[in-house]
């Protein structure tokens, strides 16, 4: 049975700094290929925009999409993180899904990946909307589900995190963090 999925992620800003931010264009002032990278799974639909009515304040919010399945929208950032990776995220974001059943489910999710300096992904801490998700944490790859739908604002502390959550990554061989609004259909 094929049912419509819709999926969506808003952000309002993003800030990730320890005394000096790091992310270019983080409040997403600025068109969206400064500072942003857009890559998607090649099928169904995707797209990713920023307006200022996504949210009511009077500035620009950005959104990823992704419709379909199965598939995934990204759009992220990679800064350079030398170790420590003692860095502060505050997000504030919107998550939204329509639809979904046990065997094909939608997940709006803001992904945080620790990379090493050749872009291999030693980690993730994930934050995911969705009713029907099946993921599960393991010592590199924290999860946190989120419940509200509405604008929130979210707070992660890299080291309390690696110390806490992503037992399984070493600290030391971080190099990079990439952020990304992360909109994904499973289908099974
Ligand atoms: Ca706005
Ligand atoms: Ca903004």
Redesign the pocket.
Known sequence: MRKTRLICLLA?AVSLSFGQELLTNGDFEQDLSIGWTFTDSGAGTHTYDRA??????????AHTYQYDNPGWARLGQTVECPPPCNLRLDFTAKFEQIGGTSSCWPAACFSVCYLDENDNVLGETRYYYSTYATWTPSPTFSLYQVTDPDWTEYTLETMTELEEKLTGVDPEEIAKIEVALYSYTYSG
């Open positions: 309002l200022t009515d996504y949210h009511p304040d009077p500035d620009y919010e």
